[in-house]
């Protein structure tokens, strides 16, 4: 078991930098997810902790152990791949058993936790057959496998279940979350997507364009985004975004919330309620209905030519081109400004 | 019957064979003229009948030697092969899956070279070959040549074969632990194994054909089968039934060779068009 400490760490192509000074404390037996859109540098910043791409400035330590310039396979770093890149010339036990072979453990401790492994993914059966052979999900065991074998202190997950089909990816999620809960190791998983962000993380890291936008539990995320870009980044779906001035002034006043013009208040989705027109902070069109059953999504346009979505318990009566009145608790309205995208508090 | 299935039940297999036979046809007047006599070989009235005679043949391998130029092209291909090999496996690996700033450049350079004409270096090498190094008209030059001749083409299909195979099994390999031979040994190599046959195989026949310095730069001690047809050439009398002979005994080991490796053949020439 073991902490991550990353100190100023930077990474730069030629003259361009992709990764702008980034500190991040990850203690140990923490499940920490990096997610932010494509491109914004969380891969490169896993497969820095790994090994596989050098570090231009900074230190990443590994419990206290300064790893700039270990092989990755000396790091005590286990990866599972997205496209899981398994060795496809090797047999199922051969692919879990390479790295152990690579590292001279005695042949009957090979066996043994190669055995364990399958076991715990129920795997055994097919432990003679090559990876042509496998569904993508037995695939992807067999990459979470290969991992857990070595006994790693940190497993490194990079977007594992985006080559799976929906219901495969909700099942291999609570897989990954079991096996945290079971091994209590160490895990840093990336993903672009926020649900899973959400379900798995004790810690999420929010990047934008090679920096940290915010470091939190996935409810201090929720509740208190540090600024827009992590407020419509986190929470499904997204956080609407209303300038001040198309906010009905009397409601705000009665609410108790300053908003000055250059500000805008965001919104949840599901915080939105409706109300009479005297008590609206804000009317809307009724455009669009999407009735989901256990809840329905109500897409409006508002008198300044926003567009909002609200969820809502069971569909609206009104009908389409209908005026809807909404407003929120206090505690549900989050100011940024306008042009930084900072939170107002 | 409409204009369609005439050209595709009459006029469309009558060009393929068409084509065919003029590929086939100087090969198979090869064979055929090399069961005449040299007397026979010239004369209208023994075109297609004659007696046949394995005199050309036994002529060859009694008075000719043919079995020490045969030996000098197998050892200079095999060697030449295996040399282009050494060479060309690390080198196309680096380039795959390290390219530098200029692996591209470096490549395409590579393969310019071809583009020089042989004839451009032949006084220099001749001349080096002979008077400055002493290593003319030896295995040890023949087997150098061969593989600076073809190391850039080697290189050039390695490097596509490498490139087909994903980075992130590379990097799967580096997480597990495996050094830089061992990446080499289990996990490219058993991957590119079809295409580094492939690759070996027309080596192997680019060697083995290789006339233009393999003639030029021996006399006898490493001469090789294309040096034995130059010979038979007589400048003064056209000895065409011993010159068949010669040839066709130089081509079958080849032709017989191709033949059971005509799968790997064809994904070797076809590199880089299918994947």
Known sequence: MASVTLQGVRKSYADVGVIHDVNLEIDDGEFVVFVGPSGCGKSTLLRMIAGLEDITGGEISIGDTVVNEVAPSKRGVAMVFQTYALYPHMTVYNNMAFGLKQARLPEPDIDRRVRAAAEALHITEYLDRTPKALSGGQRQRVAIGRAIVREPEVFLFDEPLSNLDAALRVNTRLEIARLHQRLGATMIYVTHDQVEAMTLADKIVVLRDGRIEQVGSPIELYENPQNAFVAQFIGSPKMNFLPAETLAKDTLKALGVTARPGTMVGIRPEHFRTTAAAKALVSATLELVENLGEYALVHLLTEAGKEIIVKMDSPPKQAAGEVIHLTADKASLHRFDQDTGARIS | ?275
């Open chain 2, 1 to 275: 019957m409409n204009q369609k299935t005439i050209f595709a039940r009459f006029i469309r297999p009558s060009l393929a064979w068409g084509v065919a036979i003029l590929f086939f046809f100087p090969i198979f007047w090869m064979v055929f003229t090399s069961f005449k006599t040299d007397a026979d070989a010239v004369k209208p009235e023994y075109l297609f009948l004659f007696t046949p005679t394995f005199e050309n043949y036994v002529n060859m391998t009694e008075n000719y030697d043919y079995w020490r130029f045969a030996v000098n092209s197998v050892i200079t291909s095999v060697f030449a092969t295996v040399l282009t090999l050494v060479v060309g496996v690390p080198a196309a690996y680096a380039m795959a899956f390290d390219p530098g700033r200029h692996t591209k450049d470096i490549l395409v350079w590579m393969l310019s070279t071809k583009m020089l004409p042989a004839a451009a270096v032949l006084y220099p090498m001749t001349f080096l070959t002979k008077n400055f190094l002493g290593i003319f008209d030896t295995h040890f030059l023949i087997i150098i040549v061969l593989s600076l001749i073809n190391l850039p083409i080697v290189i050039w299909m390695l490097f596509t074969y490498f490139k087909e195979i994903p980075k992130e099994i590379i990097e799967a390999g580096k997480m597990d632990g495996v050094n830089i031979w061992g990446e080499i040994k289990d996990i490219v190599l058993p991957l590119a194994w079809g295409g580094l046959a492939s690759t070996a195989l027309l080596c192997f026949i680019f060697c083995w054909n290789e006339a233009y310095w393999t003639v030029r730069l021996t006399t006898t001690e490493a001469a090789t089968l294309s040096k034995l047809i130059e010979g038979n050439r007589a400048p003064e009398g056209l000895f065409f039934g011993r010159l068949s002979a010669v040839s066709t005994a130089a081509v079958g080991p080849i032709v017989v060779l191709g033949w059971f490796c005509q799968k790997q053949l064809v994904r070797g020439l076809t590199f880089g068009a299918v994947k």
